[in-house]
């Protein structure tokens, strides 16, 4: 990216990633917003696995409250990473490989590559900060959540104050975004809510108000004296898998608290006559479960976090974390046009 974006400015740039069969071609949106007053600079990005849409609203709200004569430091919005994917509801690209293992990629390397190349090199690397918006994958929802890698203090700082009732304490996968900007010095949060393909208004709403949270903690908006959820670091968690084929039937939803032994599902034949528990293995939340009623033998159908703090308070946090966020949602403001609450009041810099 060469070109100049004065203070107090934003532009709409087309980071040209790859061209189509046809030769046109096919470009990566980023909208960069460079604020009247010096500050750092924060990449926010989404579906760099296609199909995962809740963080393509989160960004579209972010930037249209977003006033550059009043932010401190540089936005800079990518709400559509893997823009084959998106373009097909695919997670993947067309030779099916997962962008989001490919990084930093290579400039002579296959099409993922190539992209992940682009990506990193033309945008992530500009950045002091990058916030990585995700979501489950097609039939999985995910609780609300942040996963990083908390060694690095800046990122654990970003982490406390994006608010997500459940921290995981996630290692760095090879390949990924995460991983590699962390490489070069830039913290990264991984934002996890909701289910591909799906537009939820809780994970988007719980989304636009950790970004704006996270941006104030930044000083890039100006703070507002509202208190900050309660985040609990999750040191560990596991998948529970089915043991069975057969039809699921749940006993447990996301961010319930569930005990040692307790039954998350049954799994039964259709006539019903045959039927297996699924038990949790010890106390935790549920962040995550499948929402096909289907299952085959070792499908992965509960993830659940485990804590050393009290699991009844870990519990009451996520049900308060959860029912703040609904009375957002359920809220008549009077700037709603899309479904999805507006946040007055939050978006302004002194």
């Given amino acids: 990216m060469d070109k100049v974006i004065k203070a107090g400015e934003r532009q709409v740039m087309e980071i ?23 500050g750092p600079v924060l990449l926010l990005d989404a579906a760099i696995h296609g199909d995962e849409l809740n963080g393509v609203e989160i960004v579209r709200q972010i ?3 977003i006033d550059a004569s009043k932010l401190k430091g540089t936005l800079i919005a990518a709400p559509i990473v893997n823009v084959f994917g998106f373009i097909h509801k695919s997670r993947y690209l067309p030779d099916r490989r997962d962008l989001n293992r490919c990084f930093p990629g290579s400039e002579k390397g296959a099409l993922a590559s190539r992209i992940a190349h682009t990506f990193f090199t033309e945008v992530a690397q500009k950045a002091d900060y990058i916030i990585d918006l995700h ?17 690095n203090p800046e990122t ?27 490489k070069f010095g830039i913290p990264v949060l991984t934002y996890e809510a909701g289910e591909a393909l799906r537009f939820e208004p809780i994970a988007i709403n719980a989304g636009v108000l950790g ?11 100006r703070a507002t004296r509202r208190k900050l959820p309660e985040s609990v670091i999750a040191k560990s968690s596991s998948w529970v898998r089915a ?11 996301l961010g319930d608290r569930v005990s040692k032994g307790q039954i998350l599902a049954y799994i039964s034949s259709p006539l019903g006559h045959e039927e297996i528990t699924m038990e949790a293995p010890k106390e935790g939340i549920v962040i995550g479960q499948q929402t096909l ?32 966020i609904i009375e957002l949602v359920e809220a008549k403001d009077e700037n709603l046009t899309t479904g999805f609450i507006a946040v007055p009041n939050q978006m302004n810099n002194s």
Avoid: W
């Fill in 211 to 221: 970004v704006i949270r996270v941006m104030q903690e930044l000083k890039m908006l």
């Fill in 293 to 324: 009623p289907l299952v085959n033998e070792g499908d992965a159908v509960f993830h659940v976090a485990y804590f050393t703090e009290d699991n009844d308070s870990v519990g009451d946090k996520v049900e308060n974390y959860i029912g703040d």
């Fill in 243 to 253: 043991e069975s084929n057969g039809i699921l039937r749940t006993m447990v939803t």
């Fill in 16 to 38: 040209e990633a790859a061209k189509l069969y046809t030769h046109s071609p096919l470009s990566i949106p980023v909208e960069i917003i460079h604020g009247k007053q010096a």
């Fill in 135 to 151: 979501t489950g994958a097609i039939n999985r929802t995910n609780l609300p959540q942040i996963r990083a890698c908390l060694e």
């Fill in 63 to 65: 930037i249209e409250k």
């Fill in 156 to 182: 654990l700082r970003m982490a406390k104050a994006f608010g997500t009732p459940v921290i995981i304490d996630a290692a760095l996968r090879d390949g990924s975004l995460r991983a590699e900007a962390e």
